[in-house]
């Protein structure tokens, strides 16, 4: 009940905006939403460039998030929280890892919305653990990006 009710909030508090405002969100500068992608098809997903599924992704994972780190706060930037491999997942000829990435889309949020996805994997260089990773999936439907 109380996580319907903030839903509920947050899209009024955005419809507000957008009145009083005026906010429109072009596809390349569209805010990313979560969670797994609802009714990704063929009809309603979108043919997504690298740049765009890379903005998509830094958005989700970077903007304004901060890592506490043996008592030191650090925001997340892209110099400190890189990428280090785009794939996507239903390409051409396969590529290294890019059965492996397949198998964790399609558990996180099934087959379908796996063919349409690209994976985008961070690594985080502030962190005294070796080669801490971040996976994330970027698919872009007609209603904007979804970051999952």
Not at 9 to 23: I, P
Not at 107 to 131: E, N, P
Request: hydrophobic fraction near 45%.
């Amino acid at each position: 009940m109380v996580r319907a009710l903030t839903k509920a909030s947050a899209v009024v508090a955005m419809g507000a905006a957008v009145a009083v405002f005026g906010l429109r969100f072009p596809q390349d500068t569209q805010a990313a939403s979560g969670g797994c992608p609802l009714g990704a098809n063929g009809r309603t997903a979108r043919v997504a460039q690298v740049d765009g599924v890379l903005a998509a992704a830094r958005r989700a994972v970077i903007d304004h998030k901060s890592e506490n780190i043996q008592g030191q706060v650090t925001r997340r930037t892209t110099a400190n929280f890189p990428v280090i491999e785009v794939v996507e997942l239903s390409s051409g000829p396969p590529v290294p890892g890019q059965e492996a990435l397949t198998r964790i889309a399609i558990s996180r949020c099934g087959k379908l919305a796996a063919h349409y996805s690209w994976a985008v994997i961070f690594t985080d260089t502030q962190s005294v653990l070796c080669c801490v990773r971040e996976i994330v999936f970027v698919v872009l439907l007609k209603h904007g990006w979804n970051v999952y």
